[in-house]
């Protein structure tokens, strides 16, 4: 299988090509998928497995924490659980280019799901972007991410959302969305870099749909996207076989992210 995991720390041209070309052969066999599709609507959440080879997690679990904004947030003071994360000031390339191509050759699910998604983002008491409606009247989302990263900014949702996650014995995410203002996306995703059993135990990415809950069986390397509107969090991480107990993520967003103060001061003009 090919493999781009020379990609991490270089931005030519060639290399950003070769990653986009890996990522579209990965993606779209998966997004076509009328299982994907199914699980989507009636779990939540799809599971790619395998989608990172075990040197190119040991790269991102080397890297990851010097592309930090420095804003360790524990999830404690926020009342969503036990834990820590910290948003990324960016992506290293090979994740940039899956970032980029998981919105392309998942618009038209993304589509699909826009109308139950504004309704439940609504449900929950957050506004939606009246320019998405107008959008999906005339036809659906932004063609491209980056299209769809400028109608963020119009809106005052300037500031990355992709996060670096972690947890230790006895973690956990409660149930929750992530909303970052009143734009937001019908999907996004998340990697596992930690192996079940071994790192830890439990720890199961879970997501709420009718009132029941979904839990999936991930391992180490597989790439998961799900429903933004569907609840979702993580259940009690428990000592794995090794020592020292640790489940990262990275949480792969869409949507761009506005600080609460600026919200405020936003709405205050």
Same mark, same amino acid.
């Given at each position: 299988?090919?493999?781009?995991?020379?990609?991490?720390?270089?931005?030519?041209?060639?290399?950003?090509?070769?990653?986009?070309?890996?990522?579209?052969?990965?993606?779209?066999?998966?997004?076509?998928?009328?299982?994907?599709?199914?699980?989507?609507?009636? #779990?939540?959440?799809? #599971?790619?497995?395998?989608?990172?080879?075990?040197?190119?997690?040991?790269?991102?679990?080397?890297?990851?924490?010097?592309?930090?904004?420095?804003?360790?947030?524990?999830?404690?003071?926020?009342?969503?659980?036990?834990?820590?994360?910290?948003? @990324?000031?960016?992506?290293?390339?090979?994740?940039?280019?899956?970032? =980029?191509?998981?919105?392309?050759?998942?618009?038209?699910?993304?589509?699909?799901? &826009?109308?139950?998604?504004?309704?439940?983002?609504?449900?929950?008491?957050?506004?939606?972007?009246?320019?998405?409606?107008?959008?999906?009247?005339?036809? !659906?989302?932004?063609?491209?991410?980056?299209?769809?990263?400028?109608?963020?900014?119009?809106?005052?949702?300037?500031?990355?959302?992709?996060?670096?996650?972690?947890?230790? =014995?006895?973690?956990?995410?409660?149930?929750?969305?992530?909303?970052?203002?009143?734009?937001?996306?019908? &999907?996004?995703? &998340?990697?596992? @870099?930690?192996?079940?059993?071994?790192?830890?135990?439990?720890?199961?990415?879970?997501?709420?749909?009718?009132?029941?809950?979904?839990?999936?069986?991930?391992?180490?390397?597989?790439?998961?996207?799900?429903?933004?509107?569907?609840?979702? !969090?993580?259940?009690?991480?428990?000592?794995?076989?090794?020592? =020292? #107990?640790?489940?990262?993520?990275?949480?792969?967003?869409?949507?761009?992210?506005?600080?609460?103060?600026?919200?405020?001061?936003?709405?205050?003009?």
């Amino acid at each position: 299988m090919q493999t781009a995991c020379a990609a991490y720390g270089s931005s030519s041209a060639n290399q950003e090509a070769r990653n986009r070309e890996y990522w579209q052969v990965r993606l779209q066999d998966w997004a076509r998928d009328p299982l994907t599709q199914k699980n989507l609507l009636e #779990v939540g959440f799809a #599971v790619l497995p395998g989608a990172l080879l075990p040197l190119e997690v040991e790269a991102l679990l080397q890297e990851l924490p010097y592309l930090v904004e420095g804003g360790a947030v524990r999830m404690e003071q926020q009342s969503k659980g036990n834990g820590g994360y910290d948003y @990324l000031r960016q992506l290293p390339l090979h994740l940039s280019t899956l970032r =980029e191509v998981a919105y392309e050759v998942f618009l038209p699910s993304a589509n699909e799901f &826009l109308q139950q998604h504004c309704l439940e983002v609504a449900g929950c008491g957050r506004s939606i972007c009246n320019e998405l409606d107008v959008r999906e009247r005339r036809g !659906g989302l932004p063609e491209s991410l980056q299209e769809f990263e400028s109608l963020c900014e119009r809106r005052g949702q300037t500031r990355e959302s992709n996060l670096l996650l972690w947890y230790q =014995e006895g973690g956990e995410n409660r149930a929750h969305r992530d909303i970052y203002g009143e734009v937001s996306y019908p &999907l996004q995703m &998340l990697l596992l @870099l930690s192996q079940p059993g071994q790192d830890f135990n439990g720890g199961r990415f879970f997501t709420i749909v009718d009132g029941r809950k979904q839990e999936a069986n991930l391992n180490c390397g597989d790439l998961l996207i799900f429903r933004t509107s569907c609840k979702h !969090g993580c259940t009690l991480v428990r000592r794995g076989r090794k020592p =020292e #107990v640790r489940r990262v993520v990275v949480g792969l967003q869409f949507a761009k992210r506005q600080l609460r103060r600026e919200r405020l001061a936003r709405e205050s003009r």
